[in-house]
């Protein structure tokens, strides 16, 4: 291969296009544009393949089901249990076994853009996913805690087909019409876990960024409903809207003293 220039082999290194032999040959171009284009091209290699090996890693869980016969794994998560307003939000999703999605990760550690391009993703190549949301009010009226389960169990219900064993993050459900384990982080262990993580944060997102519009004092679009000051002291100046949690302390406090 004679010497390129600059723009050539940029193209041919973001494109994948070198082997074993054209690499070593660039690696004497003593350009310093030519290094750093190198440099660059290893260094994202490097990432793809730690994704690589994180990925491989978080098909353990499915791996080892479909090892014991399962054909329809799902995995169910939840988005919107800590904060003072909004509802809780599950999801559940069954993923095709050859499924692969790099980076695919809990929905906290992942930037708001990718999460709206995975949430696609899942949705038009899961098998089946069912998202539930679960209101405000019955979150008063039965804790948070029964309420995360109520909706966990209302995604499990939409799945269709039904799952065969199920993957659930921290939470353990009764009841059940199959096999499960409830996995401690599983958002960061299951890609299953993971998958509907994403959906349920973006589910919420939306439904945030919509109450937001009807209460733009309180800044929903920014906090999804978290009591950060600016919304604690908006709690107080304004009271509570109609997507509050009043039997959330903050909450509770606000209403008690007006």
């Not at 350009?31 to 353990?60: F, S």
């Amino acid at each position: 291969m004679g010497k390129q220039t600059i723009s050539i082999i940029k193209n041919m290194l973001d494109n994948d296009k070198v082997n074993e032999e054209i690499l070593e040959e660039l690696m004497k171009d003593e350009r310093k544009g030519v290094q750093k284009l190198i440099h660059t091209y290893e260094k994202r290699l490097a990432k793809e393949r730690e994704l690589e090996k994180n990925y491989l890693e978080m098909c353990h869980y499915e791996q080892s089901a479909f090892g014991k016969g399962k054909q329809f794994v799902a995995g169910i998560d939840e988005a919107g249990r800590g904060p003072l307003a909004g509802p809780v939000v599950a999801a559940a999703v069954i993923l095709p076994h050859d499924f692969k999605l790099l980076g695919l990760n809990d929905s906290k550690q992942i930037n708001e853009a990718t999460r709206e391009k995975f949430y696609s993703i899942i949705k038009k190549e899961a098998i089946s996913y069912g998202v539930s949301i679960i209101s405000n009010e019955t979150i008063d009226e039965v804790n948070i805690f029964e309420a995360t389960k109520l909706a966990m169990r209302e995604a499990v219900n939409q799945l269709e087909p039904k799952p065969d064993h199920v993957l659930i993050d921290a939470v353990h459900l009764n009841g059940l019409p199959c096999t499960s384990e409830s996995i401690i982080k599983g958002d960061a262990k299951s890609i299953s876990i993971a998958a509907a993580s994403i959906l349920a944060k973006v589910s919420r997102d939306i439904l945030m960024k919509e109450i937001h519009q009807k209460y733009p004092n309180y800044d929903f679009i920014s906090n999804m409903g978290y009591g950060t000051k600016h919304h604690m002291d908006m709690l107080k100046a304004y009271g509570a809207t109609p997507y509050h949690r009043k039997s959330f302390a903050p909450v509770r406090d606000v209403l008690t003293i007006s």
